[in-house]
């Protein structure tokens, strides 16, 4: 099982459920002009900050998450559950299962032909 920081001391996902922080809102334009909230959008990426063990087979082994630790992730634009801990500051997070999530997002990479 992957845990981070303080957060997961509180909260601990189960079987295929990944914990979830999702990316803060831009609310600005690139040409610097303030964006109103409605105009914003839900945001769909976020990054891992807890990952339960893993669903079991027929036969009790242990299935592995498709994602980690850190991962930055896409998000489906409905589902999951919003937890919010009041000792992380009024943090929200969001539970998703692990076949919910669907895509990560990985550093592009140097070409090296």
Not at 16 to 23: C, Q
Not at 68 to 93: C, M, N, S
Request: charged share 30%.
């Amino acid at each position: 099982m992957s845990s981070g920081g303080g957060v997961v001391r509180k909260l601990r996902p189960l079987f295929d459920r990944v914990l979830v922080e999702r990316v803060a809102k831009e609310t600005r334009s690139k040409g610097g002009i303030m964006l109103p909230e409605k105009s914003v959008g839900k945001v769909l990426e976020a990054t891992v900050v807890a990952c339960g063990p893993g669903k079991r087979d027929e036969k009790g082994s242990v299935i592995p998450l498709s994602v980690k630790l850190g991962d930055r992730v896409l998000l489906p634009e409905f589902g999951g559950t919003k937890v919010q801990l009041e000792d992380e500051g009024g943090r929200e997070y969001h539970l998703f299962r692990d076949t919910e999530i669907l895509a990560t997002f990985h550093p592009t990479e140097a070409d090296d032909s």
